[in-house]
């Protein structure tokens, strides 16, 4: 664990900010790193997430080389937001065809935005790659800070479908989750928040049981719909836009399963369900 990510896990929330009426001032400093190739790194990580498709980098790969930009904008003295206890969302992914992992990149990282939630406040965090004086990347994670804020905002829309629609997707394979993914995750991405690391690390939180980190299961369900779908279907194209909605956690152990609707459209909506079915641990599409 570094002296950013220390630093940002021991940030206590602004409760003044957060708690006023009109949305919290964010900082503006934007955080740049020139990533040089890792080849042993990124095939560590391919071989963590289940991708193995040589022409094209995965679409998670890139925000996840940049945790710890994101968690230098988390650890700002103007920053009012905590990293402990916040909740990963969404995620949005738009990654252009000639991004090369095998080439230098310039990360970077920003406060995107913060709106109102119905549970407190949320808040957008952009990632940005670029090579070659080209912009071939762009990633925004969004993440709530539940807190007593008097805000206007009352309900929160969500544009995928309901159970009844989803309970109809095809189901395309079983994902099964080891219990100590969260820890091999932890050191690949530098994201060692302790509710991914073990029950006793977890258990101060209000879990009892370890859970996995969302990027990693999002990138696990795009490599799976890769292998099991887009290959089968001899999609030409590379998956460029992944958009997603975290749902409830997965709790280690899991096995999981990963349902799709109209995997044969260029977008098609995917969920990832447990045993129980009774509602999914991520809604999302790619493209």
């Known amino acids: 664990m570094n002296l950013t990510y220390l630093k940002a896990l021991l940030k206590r929330a602004d409760t003044q900010a957060l708690t006023q009426f009109n949305p919290p001032l964010l900082p503006q400093k934007v955080y740049v790193e020139h990533l040089s190739p890792d080849p ?22 890139l925000q996840t080389r940049a945790t710890n930009l994101q968690m230098q904008c988390l650890a700002d003295k103007g920053s009012p937001f905590p990293l402990l206890g916040l909740i990963h969302r969404t995620n949005e992914i738009i990654q252009q065809t000639q991004v090369d992992v095998s080439k230098p990149a310039k990360l970077t990282a920003r ?14 965090i952009k990632v940005t790659a670029e090579q070659q004086g080209q912009d071939v990347y762009q990633a925004i994670g969004r993440y709530l800070i539940r807190i007593n804020a008097p805000h206007v905002e009352r309900k929160v829309d969500s544009s995928f479908p309901p159970k009844a629609q989803w309970e109809q997707f095809n189901e395309v394979t079983d994902i099964d989750v080891p219990e ?3 820890r091999r995750y932890a050191k690949l991405s530098g994201d060692y928040n302790p509710i991914h690391l073990s029950r006793f690390s ?32 001899n999609a030409a194209d590379p998956i460029s836009q992944i958009y997603c909605e975290f749902k409830r956690p997965v709790f280690l152990p899991a096995l999981t399963h990963l349902l799709m609707d109209n995997p044969e459209q260029h977008t098609a909506t995917f969920a990832l369900v447990g045993n129980e079915k009774t509602a999914p641990h991520i809604l999302g599409t790619v493209s």
Request: hydrophobic share 30%; net charge positive.
């Open 180 to 182: 100590g993914i969260g």
């Open 111 to 124: 406060f995107h935005d913060v709106q109102a939630h119905v549970k407190g406040w949320e808040i957008g």
């Open 202 to 233: 977890a258990r101060p939180f209000g879990f009892d049981k370890t859970i996995a980190h969302g990027m990693w299961t999002l990138a696990k369900c795009v490599s799976e719909i890769e292998k099991h779908v887009r290959r089968k279907e």
């Open 40 to 61: 042993e790194h990124y095939q560590a990580y391919c071989e963590n997430v289940g991708w193995n498709v040589k022409h094209q980098p995965h679409p998670c790969y």
